[in-house]
């Protein structure tokens, strides 16, 4: 009976774990190789090249992750790959704006951005206060990638 008990726990446990990572945002920390399964017998669909390109967590398991990048393509990574660092991808080219909603900064798409503070409202717009090479202003929340766009 006390096996069936630790059975149970050990399915819940993995369930409270797998939903706790999911839509979760993570970073490649080196060269990944995105695959078609969890595994190294599964085909290699592309390789990932851009360090600190945030990803989706959609679903984990001991030695690889499920992931989605901001173009909607989905495989897997080896867990030693990625990193749980934040960061923004520009997804359209905009601008950095002031508090005052002046335009100080144009960036292009595919810049990466650490991951500052977001749920700024300026101007009725939902920004995100990012950083970079001594800039500092806002993005549209809309215009970068990377963060739960709900939450944060």
């Known amino acids: 009976m006390h096996y069936k008990n630790l059975i149970l726990l050990s399915i819940i446990n993995f369930y409270i774990i797998s939903i706790s990572y999911s839509q979760d945002f993570i970073s490649i920390k080196s060269k990944s190789n995105l695959r078609a399964g969890p595994g190294q017998q599964y085909p290699i669909n592309w390789t990932l090249k851009l ?25 897997w990574i080896w ?10 991808i520009v ?34 717009e939902d920004y995100c206060k990012v950083a970079k090479d001594g ?11 990377g963060i739960n766009q709900s939450t944060q």
């Open 91 to 124: 997804i359209e080219d905009t601008y950095i704006f002031n508090k005052k909603n002046k335009k100080i900064a144009l960036v292009k798409k595919n810049v990466l951005f650490d991951q500052l503070k977001c749920n700024e409202m300026i101007s009725g």
């Open 135 to 145: 800039i500092k202003g806002y993005l549209y929340k809309k215009s970068i990638w």
């Open 51 to 75: 360090r600190n390109m945030p990803v989706k967590v959609l679903e984990k398991n001991s030695t690889y992750t499920k992931v989605e990048l901001y173009d909607g393509t989905k495989g």
């Open 79 to 88: 867990n030693a790959t990625i990193s749980k660092k934040k960061f923004y």
